[in-house]
């Protein structure tokens, strides 16, 4: 489970992704040096676990992390759109962030003459969207093939897969993102199949100038009005910047940011929000040893997430005993969680929450 990080050559995203990763992939100011995707993991912060560490007082604690992968535009330094060689890594990408150039900086060329990140953000929404109509054209195509040597009872399914087909189709050509469509259930196991990128859940980046960094709050409210679309959210960043903090050691970070007037805030919510967009949760386990996040899908049952930390867990799963993370701050401490009965008793079906504290009874 990854998100893909998108955009125009130059746009800054390798240095979001090496100040979310805390990487030092190379940066490109000229040309584009072509390459690997960059893959990293970023530390999904949680204020939650330093509070249940303020409780348990553990020798480690373990944050929850998300994967990012930075894909390298074209060589060609003009070039534009989204690139061949690695459509099938954005493909293969849970959610996608697309970086809009904001900031301006005349030794870094852009390939239109202008910054205007709303723009590109549209313009990048069509590629998206073209993508997936090319994807969707040859597959009708092999669809019509197939319909002349199919068995009879394998046309149903192949005349009802164009049917949706031309649905999502119809859509796209009116400039509908799949992710907005309309579209009837059984489309979506096909949906899942084709991973059409304009049906992935989205993040728009804004790269910042680092001069303008005091009025993130007020970009991102433009942003949030102009670009709100659901499975959309936005962000605003200097990634430069974010990547020199990124490379301090804390306390200097620290001391850099309040000289600067940069909250954390910006950096912190983007990963936070990858880690949403994933359709990612967490629960919490914590005592004298560790304190740890732990990452599951939503919807996942008790008995698949104690398989999170140990398969002998899993299969010799008992019960779990849990506390929401709320209810145990408001008591204070877990033997007073117990005393009170906070914790309840869960069984195997049990949907987890996030923020679910929990031990998991098992036995061997
Ligand atoms: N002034 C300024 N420059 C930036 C900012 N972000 C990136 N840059 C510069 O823009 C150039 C390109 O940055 P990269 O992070 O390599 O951009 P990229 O989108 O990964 O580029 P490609 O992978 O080559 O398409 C570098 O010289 C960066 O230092 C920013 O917020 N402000
Ligand atoms: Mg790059």
Known sequence: MAIGIFGLPRTGKTSIFNAVSRGHAETSS?????????????????????????????????????????????????AKGIGGEFLNVLQRCES?????????????????????????????EMELMFSDLALLERREHRIGTQLRSAKVSERDALA???????????????????????????????????????GKPLMIVFNIDEDAVDRTAEIEAEMAAKLDKPHVSTVALSGKLEMELAGMDPAEEAEFRESLGVGEPSLDRMIRVSYDLLGLISFLTTGPDETRAWTIRKGISAVDAAGKIHSDIQRGFIRAEIVSYEDLISTGSIAEARKQGTFRTEGKTYIMQDGDVVNFLFNV
């Open 160 to 198: 009802k897969e164009k049917i949706i087909i031309g649905k999502i189709r119809e859509q796209l050509e009116a400039e509908v993102p799949v992710r907005e469509q309309d579209l009837p259930a059984e489309a979506r196991p096909l949906l899942e199949n084709f991973q059409l990128l304009s």
């Open 96 to 124: 996608l962030i697309m970086v809009c150039r904001s900031f301006e900086n005349a030794a870094v060329p852009h390939v239109e003459d202008t910054i205007d990140p709303y723009r590109d953000a549209e313009s990048l």
């Open 30 to 78: 000229f040309r584009t040096s072509g390459g690997q995707p960059n893959i990293g993991v970023a530390k999904v912060p949680d204020i939650r676990l330093d509070k249940l560490a303020e409780i348990s007082k553990p020798k480690k604690l373990t944050p929850a992390e998300v994967e990012y992968i930075d894909i390298p535009t074209s060589p060609d330094a003009m």
